[in-house]
C-alpha cells in the first residue's frame, strides 16, 4: 500500500489579493502533474485490535517514506450523534516524534505533530494515519490523502479508507 497527497483548493487572502497556498513538493513523486504526492510508499493497517492499540508502540525508528494506517470507524446514522467518530492517539511508549493526519473519507479534517511519549491528539475521524515526523509538513486541512493498494494508486477510489 502507499499513501498520496491531494492539495485541497483551498486559497489563502492575504492584502486582498488571492493566492495559492504554498506548500512545496510536487504534484506526484515524479516532479510533474499526475494524481498525488506520495507521502509513503510504504503503508501498514493492523491486522487485529490489539495490533492497532500497539501502534507505533516501543518502534525505534521507523523508514522515511513508512505510514501506519488505522481504520477507526465509520459514520453513523444516528440522530444527534452521527458523523465521524472521536479518536485519539496517544505517544506514551512511542519513542519516535510523529505527524498524524485524521481523515474522514479521505479528506483531512486535522493535522497535527506529537512528541515521542508525551503527545496526545484528538479528532474526529474515520481513518488516522501516522507518518514519521516532517513526513506530512505540506498537508493541510482540506487536502485529500488516499491510501491505496500498489499497482491501483492510479485507479483507486480509496478515499482514505479500505477494506
Known amino acids: 500500500m502507499r499513501v498520496l497527497h491531494e492539495p ?12 495559492r497556498a504554498n506548500r512545496g513538493g510536487s504534484a506526484d513523486d515524479t516532479g510533474g502533474p499526475g494524481p498525488g504526492r506520495v507521502l509513503a510508499a ?9 495490533a492497532n492499540a500497539r501502534g507505533l508502540r516501543f518502534r525505534r525508528e521507523l523508514p522515511e517514506d513508512y505510514a501506519f494506517v488505522m481504520d477507526v470507524g465509520h459514520t453513523s446514522s444516528l440522530p444527534l450523534v452521527g458523523g465521524p467518530r472521536w479518536a485519539v492517539v496517544d505517544m506514551l511508549f512511542v519513542h519516535l516524534p510523529l505527524d498524524v493526519l485524521w481523515l474522514v473519507e479521505g479528506e483531512v479534517v486535522k493535522t497535527k505533530r506529537l512528541r515521542r511519549w508525551r503527545g496526545i491528539g484528538v479528532g474526529k475521524a474515520d481513518t488516522i494515519v501516522e507518518l514519521p515526523a516532517g513526513a506530512a509538513e505540506a498537508v493541510a486541512v482540506g487536502d485529500t490523502v ?7 494508486a492510479e485507479s483507486s477510489d480509496g478515499a482514505g479508507a479500505g477494506g
Open 42 to 50: 510504504e503503508a501498514e493497517r493492523p491486522e487485529s485490535a490489539l
Open 8 to 19: 485541497g483548493p483551498d486559497a489563502v487572502c492575504e492584502g486582498g489579493v488571492e493566492q
Open 146 to 152: 488516499r491510501v491505496v493498494e500498489v499497482g491501483a
